[in-house]
Nanobody, 128 residues
Framework: QVQLVESGGGSVQAGGSLRLSCVAS????????MGWFRQAPGKEGETVAC???????SYADSVKGRFTISRDNARNTLYMQMDSLKFEDTGLYHC??????????????????????WGQGTQVTVSS
């Protein structure tokens, strides 16, 4: 089992920045696949960013160039720096993790089709 606890959400004006954090605990979490899933009201949710154990990353087109995902394996912590925030970035952001063996992400490769473990989420609200 893996437990995930997010923090860092809040309210910000368009153009502002936020940094989300997710602390993982439980069974060994080093090098497992992790990501951030956004659920916005009335919209289909999506994994906006993901990172594999080797540090390779992938981003949804909607956040590419504005969000940066990273991890600190020594601290079992996942991060996402969100810059140039837009109104449409508003939503509940869940930290996710998955243990399946996976290939490194190459340019253009999408994130995993599903993630087994989910945190409760942290709310991000962007005002226009």
């Amino acid at each position: 089992q893996v437990q995930l606890v997010e923090s860092g959400g809040g309210s910000v004006q368009a153009g502002g920045s936020l940094r989300l954090s997710c602390v993982a605990s439980g069974d060994t979490v080093t090098n497992i696949g992790m990501g951030w899933f956004r659920q916005a009201p009335g919209k289909e949710g999506e994994t906006v960013a993901c990172i594999e154990g080797d540090g390779s990353t992938s981003y949804a087109d909607s956040v590419k160039g504005r969000f940066t995902i990273s991890r600190d394996n020594a601290r079992n912590t996942l991060y996402m720096q969100m810059d140039s925030l837009k109104f449409e970035d508003t939503g509940l952001y869940h930290c996710t993790a998955d243990r399946r063996v996976w290939s490194a992400l190459k340019p253009g490769t999408r994130c995993r089709d599903r993630y087994t473990y989910w945190g409760q989420g942290t709310q991000v609200t962007v005002s226009s």
